[in-house]
């Protein structure tokens, strides 16, 4: 067969405690770890319960693997909250976080969890880092701004960032914004151009010590780890490795099953049609970045031969914003929507469209619209309500999933379809066996080899 495991990240999971320190042998695990404490600091009992099997497997303790660990009735600032189960930054050694991940597992308290999270972020591992500060924000990101008030802002801000400045820590356009709580969410992530960052663990490393020996009160301590998780995550976003800025995308990405519901679908089928059908790719947020959707692609030459030779070539390519905001899914469905009726090679219906992550939804708003699509392959995609309408409508589906799916369990979004859709006629599970930290695995060549995706999907 062709192909290897070496070609791409697949990576093997542990469940002995000693395996939650720094080693780069046990980075994949931690990784893991530390989305699914993200998912299970969202609250939502159903999605860890969902996930019990493979919770248990990465070393979570019954309690948490069940589902009862969901914390959707803890203020989130009470995570940040005390210091008995603050990390010292002094000893942050092995021993250390393996202490601190036992503690997860017999606490089960949210402080306990965040304390994890903390020490994982300042790891010299730039996959974990990442990880880590793509949970700690969805934390942060669910406190009430109005319970951090300014006046706990302002005294602190300048002394951390003179402090920080002089450790090494970059100045983005973003920093002068800082002052204020509110302006955190309105740090514009979505360019199509950037100058990638190597990853310096030793200034990190200081600006990681730094920080936490400046740790205070309840707020200071929020306010601080706001602003050293987003400067992780503005690095980790333009860092050279792919897997590092899917990470923390996940910070970004929205949460839950949907955020908003979609119509009635009304589903076309291209079969009605005479011509000829052809067959295209959509990809998700920022994977425009990326050429494996392109003719060029690795991936789009894969399906072509022998799969689907139909693939559309043509010049006028479907492609959208790779934004996460709901205005830009709404925006991209719709004009998918349209390219099917006003590009003539695609005007007589697709046959397939293979979709990854946000594109799978792209491409459901457009089926459940009318689009004359005859099947949907999903590839790592979020399970949101358009995308269960379009299965539920009969839409013909393959989909295709990591065993779990770090960047979505970072970002406390299903990853599964529920059950009784998974069992329709119409949809065709295929799950990757063997885990990977990889959010775009789904869409890679060796992986479709080594797991046979196309016999199993029957495509």
Do not use: C
């Not at 089960?108 to 300042?122: H, I, Y």
């Not at 199509?192 to 010590?209: H, K, L, S």
């Not at 699509?373 to 409508?393: K, M, N, R």
């Amino acid at each position: 067969m062709e192909g290897s495991a070496k070609d791409f990240d697949f990576v093997e999971v542990f469940a002995d405690p000693s395996t939650a320190s720094a080693e780069p042998a046990f980075e994949g695990s931690n990784v893991f770890r530390v989305a699914a404490l993200s998912t299970i600091l969202g609250g939502d009992r159903q999605l860890a319960q969902d996930m019990t099997s493979d919770l248990l497997a990465l070393g979570f303790s019954p309690g948490l693997s069940s589902g009862e660990g969901g914390w959707s009735d803890t203020d989130p600032a009470e995570s940040f909250a005390g210091s008995e189960d603050r990390p010292s930054t002094r000893d942050t050694p092995a021993g250390n976080r393996v202490a601190l991940w036992q503690r997860v597992n017999e606490a089960m308290t949210p402080r306990s969890a965040t304390a994890f999270l903390l020490a994982v972020l300042g790891s010299r591992l730039e996959r974990e880092s990442t990880a880590a500060a793509a949970a700690l924000w969805r934390q942060i990101s669910m406190i009430d701004r109005r319970d951090l008030p300014l006046r706990y802002w302002r005294p602190y801000f300048w002394e951390w960032l003179y402090e920080l400045r002089a450790l090494g820590l970059p100045e983005p356009a973003w920093w002068p914004a800082l002052g204020t709580p509110s302006s955190f969410p309105n740090l514009d992530l979505d360019v199509d151009d950037f100058e990638a960052t190597e990853w310096e663990p030793d200034t990190w490393n200081a600006i990681y010590e730094r920080a936490m020996a400046l740790r205070g009160s309840r707020y200071d301590e929020t306010a601080l780890v706001s602003f050293l998780t987003l400067f992780r995550l503005n690095a980790a976003l333009r860092s050279r490795d792919r897997i590092v800025r899917s990470l923390a995308s996940a910070a970004f990405l929205p949460s839950g099953s949907s955020d908003d519901t979609p119509a009635s679908p009304r589903i076309s089928r291209p079969n009605t049609h005479s011509g000829t059908l052809v067959s295209t790719m959509v990809h998700g947020t920022r994977a425009y970045l990326g050429n494996w959707w392109r003719p060029e692609g690795t991936f789009f030459r894969f399906i072509q031969q022998p799969y689907r030779p139909n693939l559309y070539t043509g010049g006028a390519r479907f492609s959208w914003s790779g934004k996460w905001s709901k205005r830009h899914r709404e925006r991209a469905g719709r004009e998918f929507h349209e390219w099917t009726e006003d590009e003539p090679v695609a005007h007589d219906g697709l046959q397939t469209v293979f979709a990854h992550s946000y594109g799978g939804e792209i491409a459901a708003r457009a089926a459940n619209a009318g689009a004359p699509i005859d099947q949907l392959i999903l590839l790592s995609v979020p399970v949101t309500a358009h995308v269960e309408a379009a299965a539920q409508a009969g839409m013909p589906i393959v989909d295709v999933r990591l065993k779990r799916d770090p960047v979505l369990m970072l970002a406390r979004t299903r990853d599964r379809l529920t059950q009784h859709i998974q069992e329709r006629a119409n949809v065709k599970e295929v799950i990757l066996e063997q885990w990977s930290i990889d959010h775009g695995a789904s869409h890679k060549r060796e992986a479709w080899q080594i797991e046979e995706v196309a016999r199993k999907g029957a495509i």
